[in-house]
């Protein structure tokens, strides 16, 4: 029985294997040569038996030309070559995709060679418009241009944008604005697809005999479609204004989000449609359906995002498929998706998120390059194509026009939008520490941009339930146009005119990566001790979750254990490194570089006696013990004048008494003549305090100055009014001297202050010159009274001979 199986098993594959093959047919006619059968060699019962097949003959390729000849008659006509023929059927459909994508591609290049083209029309108004000439001269030809089809247009072209937009997606300005972006994208839409619905049923039940037949449910259906923000066309426009991060970040996943409401609302309106009668339930479980749709969609995406992190774990040795599998689980999450009607938009963004952390730490450098700009491609390619179709299939479609609905729909659609963000900023402001501003409310509702989701969503309809649909597709190309084309174009020169802050293009640094961990750790104690569990408390926790778990399993090698930071630092050597490379600057590598980054370029095998040991936990203890007590210093406040902590003096009054009556003796002995000044009058204690302080080597004491009164001086607290000191005080011509010629000239020396021993505080110590007495001539010198203004060019106080 085994021998038997296995002599049948090649025929049973050429007939399995012959209807797929191309012009292999078998044919059923009296020529067929029976073979034998082969039975049970044993003829037990339940035996197998082979069914009759064909000969090798009749299968062969080279008996097919004697087979047909016998078949039909007559002999085929004879070619002048054999070989060469015209065959364009049999290359028609990968040869004008072809030729559209290098349309595409040329077009693209075009747009960008014209630099003064490109600063006043935006990419996707240009590709709009050579679709449209492309249309008009297919159709003048005598030919039907093609249409974009929804099926083309959400399996094939709209996947690539997404997967760009979420594996790219800067999370965490994300997930800082997610409450901002969900109240934009999920009650924004509702709002803008009831508040259109509404009012476009009222116009049709006053516009006239030709649209009273459109019913509620149809309007809420058209409201639906045309409601939600496009994502392909955002993309199109901000990338090119280089809006601020907050608002690009607000509008942008506000597109990426309301695909959810979208597809609830469009299958829910579709299928209540087809109802007789719509009850309470059919909207409980409509409203229901919404979360089931996002949620399911996340779902989805997060399982296929972890399924693709669990494999790129194992690629170590095989490399060229990397990139591959991070397609191929995001495409299978995508359509896994759409197969229970889920949201295709979510579970694409969830899977490029979930995966990238883990992805980017298995695959090499050379595989995470190639997934950068192969998404980059095809999403451009794509978003490319988009545009065009759309001018192509505008010239190509069947349009109805009414003016009083397409009017209609444009002028509700922009008051929707200018009322739903006015209302929800309102609200929101209330619960942001950054406000959005008025400017930024203005950017949020003119970026409310329609594309080709609206398009393919109304093409999808079907005529028998919805007759109206060629007018659906004429409103909404009319919006699609006028968004695009107006509000695309304006743009631009009011975020100029509005002086809207712009993205600023600058790389991220260690330093930034460090204080950014540093205040997540900062706000997450602050949220602790209040007992407020907030968004940090929560982050904190996820980020433990993940490093404790889920890194251990999804990512191989060391690397699970390794610190972000010094991840990231080993990022940012290995980028520096590879644009040295690719500059020819190789040779002139800083030190700041490490040699591990040359090498990770083309990595080699090193031996297991090089690699660096674990440090220990005593070690690790004892580096950061040095670390703490070098890095962070306790800093030391010194002693300085400040007028509010001086003490009361008991004895101002009786000083300032004496004050007066020195002033009027000085007043009187400059009225006799006889003056016992010198003659180059002294400054005041500020003025020489802060002239020593400047320049403490142009005034050094005399030598013959013993007996002379001297004034210390602290030149490094100037301010400090207990800094000067009287001593030696000896009024001329006392102690049985006469006052000399020299010392009449000289005055009064200042020397400087010797310093104090240590231990003791030059302030609040008592010295030998705070007696009363000392105090009270401090007090008489502080404030000499009138003087005369010094002549220009004199000195204030000369420097020793």
């Known amino acids: 029985m085994g021998a038997a199986a296995l002599r049948a098993l090649p025929w049973a594959l050429l007939l399995l294997l012959g209807p797929l093959l191309p012009g292999q047919r078998l044919q059923a006619d009296a020529t067929r040569v029976s073979e034998p059968t082969w039975e049970q060699p044993w003829g037990e019962p339940g035996g197998i038996t082979a069914a009759p097949l064909a000969t090798a003959q009749e299968v062969h390729p080279l008996n097919k030309q004697h087979h047909n000849h016998s078949a039909e008659g007559h002999p085929k006509p004879r070619k002048a070559f054999p070989v060469l023929g015209i065959d364009y059927s049999h290359v028609r459909i990968p040869f004008e995709i072809s030729l559209w994508i290098l349309l595409a591609c040329l077009m693209k290049m075009g747009f960008h060679v014209m630099s003064s083209v490109s600063k006043v029309v935006p990419e996707s108004c240009l590709l709009i418009v050579v679709g449209l000439l492309v249309g008009g001269l297919i159709k003048a030809v005598g030919e039907k241009p093609p249409i974009l089809k929804s099926d083309i247009f959400f399996l094939f072209l709209l996947p690539p944008i997404i997967l760009d937009a979420g594996y790219f997606l800067p ?3 994300f997930t800082e604005n997610l409450g901002t972006i969900l109240i934009f994208a999920v009650v ?17 039940q006053i516009g006239g005999s030709g649209l009273n037949h459109i019913g509620l449910l149809a309007n809420l259906l058209f409201g639906s479609i045309i409601s939600a923000v496009d994502p392909v066309a955002v993309l199109a426009v901000f990338e090119e204004i280089h809006i601020n991060e907050l608002l690009h970040i607000l509008v942008f996943g506000e597109s990426l989000l309301n695909d959810a409401v979208t597809v609830v609302l469009y299958h829910l309106f579709e299928e209540f449609a087809n109802f007789e009668q719509v009850t309470i339930i059919d909207m409980v479980l409509g409203f229901l359906s919404f979360f089931v749709v996002s949620l399911g969609g996340v779902f989805v995406g997060v399982i296929y995002g972890l399924i693709a992190a669990f494999t790129s774990r194992f690629t170590s040795n095989i490399r060229v498929i990397e990139p591959l599998f991070v397609f191929l689980y995001s495409y299978m999450a995508y359509l896994s998706a759409e197969i229970f009607h889920l949201s295709g938009i979510m579970a694409l963004i969830a899977s490029g998120v979930v995966m990238r952390p883990y992805v980017e730490a298995n695959i090499s450098h050379k595989s995470h390059t190639t997934i950068k700009y192969f998404l980059k491609m095809w999403s ?6 988009i545009f065009i179709f759309l001018g192509v299939s505008t010239v190509a479609g ?4 009414n003016w009083t609905f397409v009017i209609s729909t444009l002028l509700f659609c922009l008051i929707a939008r200018v009322l739903g963000v006015l209302v929800l900023t309102w609200f929101i402001n209330k619960f942001r520490i950054v406000k959005l501003t008025p400017k930024d409310q203005f950017i949020i509702a003119y970026g409310g941009l329609r594309g080709a989701i609206a398009f393919s969503l ?17 409103a909404i190309i009319t919006v699609i146009f006028f968004t695009v084309f107006v509000q695309g174009m304006t743009i631009r020169p009011l975020v100029d005119l509005l002086a809207v802050k712009k993205k600023q293009e600058t790389k991220r640094s260690i330093n930034e990566e460090i204080h950014t961990q540093f205040l997540d750790h900062l706000l997450t104690g602050i949220e602790d001790i209040c007992g407020h569990y907030g968004h940090h408390h929560w982050k904190d926790k996820l ?4 490093k404790k778990y889920v890194k251990k399993c999804l990512i191989a090698g060391e690397r699970s254990k390794e610190p972000q930071l010094i991840a990231f630092y080993h990022k940012m050597e290995m980028k520096q490194a590879i644009e040295l490379v690719e500059s020819g600057g190789l040779g002139k590598i800083p030190s700041t570089i490490s040699a591990v980054s040359i090498q990770n370029i083309s990595p080699k095998t090193l031996p297991d006696s090089n690699a660096l040991s674990a440090l220990s936990k005593d070690k690790e203890d004892e580096i950061r013990k040095i670390l703490r007590s070098n890095l962070q210093k306790t800093r030391q406040r010194l002693r300085s004048y400040n007028r509010h902590t001086l003490v009361a003096d008991p004895y101002e009054d009786v000083w300032n008494q004496m004050l007066m009556k020195r002033q009027k003796m000085q007043q009187a002995e400059l009225q006799n003549a006889y003056l016992t000044v010198p003659a180059n009058r002294i400054d005041s204690p500020t003025m020489s305090r802060a002239r020593i302080g400047s320049d403490p080597l142009a005034y050094e004491p005399k030598p013959d100055s013993e007996n002379l009164p001297i004034i210390t001086i602290d030149p490094a607290s100037p301010q400090s009014p207990e800094s000067m000191d009287l001593s030696n005080e000896v009024p001329k011509g006392c102690g049985g001297l006469p006052p000399s010629p020299e010392e009449d000239e ?8 010797e310093p104090s021993s240590p231990g003791t505080d030059d302030v609040f110590t008592p010295g030998t010159s705070d007696s009363p007495s000392s105090q009270r001539m401090l007090r008489c010198l502080s404030d000499p009274g009138p003087r005369q203004e010094p002549e220009e060019g004199e000195p204030f106080i000369p420097k020793g001979q």
């Open 171 to 173: 999370l965490r300005q």
């Open 543 to 546: 980020n433990r979750f993940n």
């Open 188 to 204: 924004g839409t509702l709002w803008n697809a009831f508040f259109l619905g509404g009012l476009m049923y009222a116009v049709c």
């Open 458 to 474: 109304c093409y999808l309809l079907d005529y028998e339930h919805f007759n109206m649909r060629d007018m659906f597709l004429t």
């Open 398 to 401: 069947q349009h109805y026009w």
């Open 380 to 385: 451009s390619v794509s978003e490319t194509l």
């Open 746 to 753: 000289e005055g009064l020396v200042m020397r400087p202050k």
